[in-house]
């Protein structure tokens, strides 16, 4: 069943921060692997831990089975497991405790959905439907991926370094404008291979 009423987006700061993820499978792997890509502390709770979830550089996990209790001391929490009655019964803790969770598959169940993802080095682009159309989701993600080329990467990085050129001066970054430097040629110049005539587009533009 998808969720009903609007979602309120946020880019969760996971460095650091302890995660679990109950399943051990393929999906189990998946989910694991984003969050270890984001920087979390992941621990895997399954009753049996693949191959795919042991290989994964960086968590650590136990083959036993989920047990109420599991959840604490954790931020976040992905129920990956084939069991939605088990899936269920870890969203229902993590309400009790005020843990975040996400049932995989199940956004009735889930506290937060997970967005299909395009990164292009510091950018990224999430796509949710609210659990009405993962397929649609996936799709939408493709596309951008196929528009946001690595030079959008390049874009990022004279975009930042303008804009902490202006702090070190004093300068606010609101006044300048943007707009019309994203709006101009710099993207054409930056395909073309002309990094520094991008640059002096940029600043000729602020």
């Given at each position: 069943?998808?969720?009903?009423g609007a979602l309120y987006p946020v880019s969760l700061v996971?460095?650091?921060?302890?995660?679990?993820?109950?399943?051990?499978?393929?999906?189990?792997?998946?989910?694991?692997?984003?969050?270890?890509?984001?920087?979390?502390?992941?621990?895997?709770?399954?009753?049996?831990?693949?191959?795919?979830?042991?290989?994964?550089?960086?968590?650590?996990?136990?083959?036993?089975?989920?047990?109420?209790?599991?959840?604490?001391?954790?931020?976040?929490?992905?129920?990956?497991?084939?069991?939605?009655?088990?899936?269920?019964?870890?969203?229902?803790?993590?309400?009790?405790?005020?843990?975040?969770?996400?049932?995989?598959?199940?956004?009735?169940?889930?506290?937060?959905?997970?967005?299909?993802?395009?990164?292009?080095?510091?950018?990224?682009?999430?796509?949710?439907?609210?659990?009405?159309?993962p397929a649609l989701a996936a799709w939408l993600r493709r596309?951008?991926?196929?528009?946001?080329?690595?030079?959008?990467?390049?874009?990022?990085?004279?975009?930042?370094?303008?804009?902490?050129?202006?702090?070190?001066?004093?300068?606010?970054?609101?006044?300048?404008?943007?707009?019309?430097?994203?709006?101009?040629?710099m993207l054409d110049l930056i395909r073309a291979g002309y990094?520094?005539?991008?640059?002096?587009?940029?600043?000729?533009?602020?």
């Amino acid at each position: 069943m998808p969720v009903d009423g609007a979602l309120y987006p946020v880019s969760l700061v996971l460095a650091g921060r302890r995660c679990l993820v109950v399943g051990g499978g393929a999906v189990a792997a998946r989910k694991a692997r984003g969050l270890l890509e984001a920087g979390g502390l992941v621990h895997v709770v399954a009753t049996r831990v693949s191959p795919e979830v042991r290989h994964l550089e960086g968590l650590t996990w136990e083959e036993r089975p989920w047990r109420r209790g599991d959840l604490a001391g954790h931020r976040l929490v992905v129920a990956a497991t084939d069991d939605h009655s088990l899936n269920r019964a870890i969203y229902e803790e993590g309400e009790e405790v005020g843990v975040w969770v996400n049932c995989a598959d199940d956004p009735i169940s889930c506290s937060f959905l997970l967005p299909s993802v395009v990164r292009r080095g510091p950018i990224t682009v999430a796509v949710s439907t609210g659990g009405h159309s993962p397929a649609l989701a996936a799709w939408l993600r493709r596309r951008m991926a196929d528009e946001l080329g690595p030079e959008y990467e390049v874009l990022v990085g004279l975009l930042s370094a303008e804009r902490e050129a202006l702090q070190a001066a004093g300068r606010p970054t609101e006044g300048p404008d943007w707009k019309r430097a994203l709006s101009s040629d710099m993207l054409d110049l930056i395909r073309a291979g002309y990094v520094e005539q991008a640059r002096e587009l940029l600043r000729a533009c602020l």
